[in-house]
Nanobody, 115 residues
Framework: QVQLVESGGGLVQAGGSLSLSCAAS????????MAWYRQAPGKQRELVAV???????NYIDSVKGRFTISRDNAENTVYLQMNSLKPEDTAVYYC?????????WGQGTHVTVSS
């Protein structure tokens, strides 16, 4: 059974950085674009960044220039480097395929940015 396990979250001050990782079992990375999503308190989950097999990336406007998504297919791992963090980046961050598949949603990793 394929599982996605996110890690790397934590508490950081505004302007700081965090690096998230998403490790997967199985062959999910080989066959799918991968993405990071987030869900802030009281809000719906939103797409943050996508990376396709060829390395092409897309970001929502609010994180462009601050976040970088990358993937290591040999290690079945997706990363999200987050710099210049803002309080509005506070959320639970999830990785999944793009588009997200219900069976792959994991527990996520909490990111809290203090002002």
């Amino acid at each position: 059974q394929v599982q996605l396990v996110e890690s790397g979250g934590g508490l950081v001050q505004a302007g700081g950085s965090l690096s998230l990782s998403c490790a997967a079992s199985g062959s999910i990375f080989r066959d799918n674009p991968m993405a990071w999503y987030r869900q802030a308190p009281g809000k719906q989950r939103e797409l943050v960044a996508v990376i396709r097999g060829g390395g092409m990336t897309n970001y929502i406007d609010s994180v462009k220039g601050r976040f970088t998504i990358s993937r290591d297919n040999a290690e079945n791992t997706v990363y999200l480097q987050m710099n210049s963090l803002k309080p509005e980046d506070t959320a639970v961050y999830y990785c999944n395929t793009f588009p997200g598949l219900t069976r792959y949603w994991g527990q996520g990793t909490h990111v809290t940015v203090s002002s």
